[in-house]
């Protein structure tokens, strides 16, 4: 039986109370990653992005208060090496500098991993994230790293087939050395597809054989689970409207779908 995201009468009036206390400061996201982070809409693709900045194209909510920038600059198969190299990061860094000259705060998310670990080691991808880092930076944007979102690739006893935690704890580490926010969603998406269980987890795929890439529900579900580490690492700060339903639904490790 599917769980259902609902919102009680009550719930929707601490939602409306609590958009009407978002912060004033205007904030602004420029996503930066892979496919996992990307918008997809074709097969071997689709991330969280659209779950957190929101899609009329799918049909997506926002996580965000509307009018809230969201710029995903995420691509299909991007190690952070090709990101720099095929002129990616360029097209990221003009759009920071664009936010930022609209004089709003803006936000700058990093997370890769899934295809930096096909061809170097974890501290191949460090280097390179320190880079990144230092020059978000020196833009005057606030650069948040973000560790891998988990495979859905499960051994027999329901735990997951975990390949990227190096990756994910040399984005740790780099986090820690540079003193940049973190937002650890490698750990939180692992305890969540194994407390729903393969089926369920599954059933967020990209396509059914597809343990990488995420559905509409998929980027719904992750998305929210990036808002919440978002808001709890900037507590107060910035326009990420609740979604009390499907919050308690991931904390409770509830499947909605």
Known sequence: MLHQVTVSNLALGLLLASVSALPRVPTSFVLIGDSTTANGTIPNSGGWGNGFCGSTLTGTPSSLAPGTPCINTAKNGATTGSFVADGSWN??????????????????????????????????????????????????AEPVLVTSLTRR?????????????????????????LGTHLLDLHANSITYVEAIGPDAAHRLNRLPDDDTHLNNNGTIVFGRMLANLMNASFPGQLPIIPNPGLTFNITHGIASF
Do not use: C, Y
Not at 107 to 130: C, R, V, W, Y
Not at 164 to 177: K, M, N, R, V
């Open 153 to 177: 690739t499960f051994f027999d006893n329901g735990t997951i087939q975990d390949l990227l935690g190096p990756w994910a704890d040399e984005t740790i580490l780099i986090s820690q050395q």
């Open 91 to 140: 097209i990221s860094l003009s759009t920071i500098q664009g936010e930022l000259a609209k004089g709003r705060r803006t936000l700058a998310t990093i997370q890769f991993g899934h295809n930096d670990m096909k061809i170097a080691p974890p501290e191949s991808m460090g280097a390179n994230m320190t880079v990144m880092v230092n020059q978000i930076r020196a833009l005057g």
